[in-house]
């Protein structure tokens, strides 16, 4: 299975937006569903590398991958 780019949450997003209205935002704790709770804060640009992410200034020069946080 492939991450999602912004481009497709993005169109993903505005679908629902246009169809259902302006609804709350709720993410999985967890990969089995066990838990959920809303998204409070903005989506954060970082870095993700083994399981962890980093925000920009937190960067080490690895070469980490670029990705954006979404809570």
């Known amino acids: 299975m492939k991450p999602v780019k912004i481009s497709r949450l993005i169109k993903n997003l ?3 937006l246009e169809e259902r209205g302006d609804l709350n935002l709720v993410y ?9 709770n809303y998204v409070y804060w903005d989506p954060t640009v970082g870095y ?3 399981e962890e992410f980093l925000t920009e200034d937190q960067d ?12």
């Not at 080490?60 to 979404?70: A, H, L, P, R």
């Open 14 to 16: 505005q679908e629902i």
């Open 60 to 71: 080490n020069g690895v070469g980490m991958e670029n990705v954006v946080c979404i809570n």
């Open 28 to 36: 999985s704790i967890d990969d089995e569903g066990n838990a959920f």
């Open 48 to 50: 993700y590398i083994d």
